[in-house]
């Protein structure tokens, strides 16, 4: 009986953990405080950079919205910048805007990334294979997960019970 108790508690560990997953694209990061020192920058991508220093803000989103004229298209609760300062992203160019932090990718939406005091902003409307706008819905391998460990789950465990049921019969 031991091992299908164990059994049971890793399935129910696999669940959760998928479900955190799932559960983090719709986490909204909750500010501290105002950070002050920001630097933007904006390199549109044509020798034109535009520096804004000493700026005070919560993210980066609403920091360079302060600044400049943006287009945003919204998926749930991220933000898609597909405009800064009247220059948008080219598609058949490849050209989209993306952002930086500290000299590293933004591994989230503008709206989503909390800055620190003296942080570093710069966007740039450059070639990238990050072509896709974030996505808010589950992830088609999650779902599948999820399905055959709701499908198999059952089926697993029931061969488990068997399987211990005959040994505790032998001995």
Request: aromatic share 8%; charged share 15%.
């Amino acid at each position: 009986m031991g091992r299908l108790s164990g059994c049971i508690l890793l399935m129910l560990v696999l669940l959760l953990g998928t479900s955190q997953v799932v559960m983090y694209a719709d986490a909204q990061p909750i500010p501290s405080s105002l950070a002050t020192g920001i630097e933007l920058e904006i390199d549109f991508g044509n020798s034109t950079i535009i520096l804004f220093s000493d700026i005070e803000g919560t993210d980066v989103l609403s920091i360079t919205e302060g600044q400049l004229d943006l287009v945003v298209e919204w998926y749930g609760n991220l933000a898609y910048v597909t405009a800064i300062g009247g220059v948008s992203n080219d598609p058949q160019a490849g050209l989209f805007w993306q952002y930086w932090v500290n000299d590293e990718l933004a591994p989230v939406a503008a709206n989503l990334m909390i800055v620190n005091d003296t942080d570093h902003i710069l966007w740039r409307r450059t070639s990238s294979n990050f072509i896709d706008p974030p996505r808010t819905e589950m992830d088609s391998g999650v779902l599948v997960g999820l399905i055959v460990i709701g499908i198999l789950g059952p089926v697993f465990l029931g061969i488990l019970q068997a399987i211990t049921m005959r040994r505790s019969k032998v001995t």
